[in-house]
């Protein structure tokens, strides 16, 4: 059985043992907390269930860590002759959870 999960605004497919990378939010516990996943699209295995039926599904998850940073991410800018550029970067905060079990 698998679930399609939204969560800090991108969609997963995960299965029950998956480790899956997220976007850190408030809502979410620190590291050996759990997690749950309101938030479901659909659920697939035997039938598939969308919408409306797949809201009732639960997808619990446990935080492996919660200090993970994504990968360096460079913003560079630039006008042509105008002797305009700026250099910045960005590495996005991320909660590496595992999922333990998905609730029909």
């Not at 399609?4 to 939010?25: M, W």
């Not at 200090?67 to 960005?90: D, M």
Request: charged content about 30%.
């Amino acid at each position: 059985m698998y679930a399609v999960i939204e969560t800090g605004g991108k969609q997963y497919r995960v299965q029950a043992g998956d480790v899956l990378d997220v976007e850190r939010s408030t809502g979410l516990i620190g590291s050996g907390g759990r997690v749950t996943f309101d938030r479901v699209l659909m659920l697939g295995g035997e039938g598939v269930k969308a919408g409306a039926d797949a809201a009732a599904v639960k997808v619990t998850a446990v935080v492996l860590d919660d200090e993970i940073r994504g990968p360096k991410l460079v913003v560079f800018k630039k006008k042509r002759r105008k002797g305009y550029k700026r250099r910045t970067g960005h590495r996005q905060d991320l909660l590496r959870v595992r999922i333990e079990a998905i609730q029909p």
